[in-house]
């Protein structure tokens, strides 16, 4: 009876370290379009007004920034986030009318891009839309970077003759017929 439990702790910590693996050799795998490039730069077009769409969007954001096939480069890179559209409704600090899964949601989306503006991804948020959507500036979460137009952030870092990639985050996947 005592060698059965030892092999099931055995099998257990195998298991454990086989798991532990996967997501090392999975974020280590090469890229085609990598092949050749020294610096990633990327500029997310946010527009996702769903906290829990955007809470998973910002999560495989830093995700991303993260992965071994990115840090892995000559340069660090250089991701920013220009949130537009209702997307800013979520970045207000202020949580009056919020059920308390929607405060936990949005805390945890502060607390997200407060650690990945620590790592030195770059935010902005749209006034023009702040103030549409009756965000005030004010109120505004304090990692990130307030710009009149999101559009014309947008075009600054898209003139940026190194950026390598523009990613559109809009609609509401949750939704039936929603789309990213």
């Known amino acids: 009876m005592r060698l059965n439990t030892i092999i099931k702790w055995f099998v257990l910590i195998g298991v454990i370290c086989v798991v532990g693996l996967i997501p090392a050799l999975s974020s280590a795998q090469s890229y085609e379009s990598l092949?050749?490039?020294?610096?990633?730069?990327?500029?997310?077009?946010?527009?996702?007004g769903a906290s829990k769409s955007a809470l998973a969007y910002l999560k495989l954001i830093k995700l991303t920034y993260n992965d071994k096939a990115i840090t892995k480069l000559a340069k660090k890179p250089e991701f920013a986030v220009v949130f537009m559209g209702k997307a800013v409704t979520l970045l207000s600090k202020e949580r009056k009318g919020s059920s308390a899964d929607e405060a936990k949601r949005l805390e945890e989306i502060a607390n997200l891009i407060a650690a990945m503006a620590k790592q030195g991804v770059r935010f902005e948020i749209c006034l023009f839309a702040a103030r549409h959507f009756g965000v005030s500036p004010q109120s505004i979460l304090p990692d990130i970077h307030q710009v009149d137009n999101g559009w014309i952030a947008s075009a600054g870092a898209e003139r940026d003759a190194s950026l390598r990639g523009r990613i559109h985050l809009t609609g509401d996947p949750e939704r039936k017929g929603g789309r990213t």
């Open 35 to 48: 092949k050749g490039v020294d610096s990633v730069k990327v500029i997310f077009d946010f527009r996702q």
